[in-house]
């Protein structure tokens, strides 16, 4: 079991993910959105909730970090230096659920020393929680999960987020060509239908902090692999609003062993549980 310490924590986030979940509905399709600078889209409710969850977690540990896309400016880099620290997307897949398609989460990230050790992910779609840590295991809703690994085939979906660039697509071009790729509007979302085995696998190029977090934590808890395409990026020492200059791919085995053929990279990248367990304890 994971130290008193990070016990608590995981306690007081599911909390506080819970806490706004009639929130998060009732604002539904009706909250005022406009455009970043970067030109995501941004409701009300995104800056509603990021403020009372993390006043939430304040209440009892005031000495965390904590990150949220919409409470930092697009300048603003934070320093990881606490021991914890808190990352919230408080709604992935904004332009989803301003215009009343329920493909969208809040997501909850817990890093410790700079490793993701616990994510949680309120599923709109289907009104379920998703949460869990490589160390412990993926829990859907009410029950504990188990990886279920098969062939990747011609009936197998892959989450992906486009757009893609035109190199991208080359490199990609087998992929696009032969499965079902889904973009369901939530980043999170695929990484999480992937995690609990509704999706053969994901890809990201190019994500957020958040996401990323979200993706590595999920899919490892839930018994997929997960590859990073070049170096992995944790220990996070640092994290602002820009996209990381970061790759990856998460999935069966079948799956990330034909990813490592597309992508020619050596499959002695792929990240296993026991560095999360490692800062657990």
Request: proline share 4%.
């Amino acid at each position: 079991m994971a130290d008193s310490k990070l016990k608590h924590r995981i306690n007081a986030g599911r909390v506080a993910v819970k806490k706004q979940i009639d929130f998060f509905h009732k604002q539904f399709a009706h909250g005022h959105n406009e455009s970043k600078e970067d030109g995501n889209c941004i409701a009300f409710a995104d800056f509603a909730i990021s403020e009372k969850i993390f006043t939430e977690l304040r209440k009892s540990f005031a000495d965390d970090n904590y990150f949220s896309e919409e409470s930092n400016s697009l300048d603003d880099l934070l320093e990881l230096n606490a021991r914890y620290s808190w990352i919230l997307n408080p709604i992935d897949g904004t332009k989803n659920y301003a215009l009343g398609i329920p493909a969208c989460a809040i997501a909850l990230n817990l890093l410790k020393d700079g490793y993701p050790v616990y994510a949680y992910v309120y599923d709109m779609l289907r009104q379920k929680m998703i949460e869990g840590s490589p160390r412990d295991g993926l829990i859907a809703g009410c029950r504990k999960t188990a990886a279920k690994p098969g062939s990747l085939g011609k009936h197998s979906r892959i989450g992906i987020e486009f757009p893609l660039s035109h190199e991208v697509c080359e490199q990609l071009e087998p992929l696009l060509t032969n499965y079902h790729l889904l973009d369901v509007g939530s980043s999170v979302l695929n990484s999480a239908y992937t995690a609990i085995g509704f999706f053969d696998g994901c890809l990201g190029f190019d994500v957020n902090a958040w996401n990323l977090s979200a993706a590595y934590t999920l899919c490892l808890a839930g018994g997929k692999e997960f590859h990073f395409i070049g170096d992995s990026v944790f220990p996070l020492k640092q994290i602002n609003c820009d996209a990381l200059d970061v790759k990856y791919f998460a999935g069966t085995p079948s799956f990330c062993a034909y990813m490592g053929d597309l992508c020619n990279i050596s499959m002695i990248t792929k990240e296993i549980p026991a560095n999360a367990e490692r800062v657990a304890r």
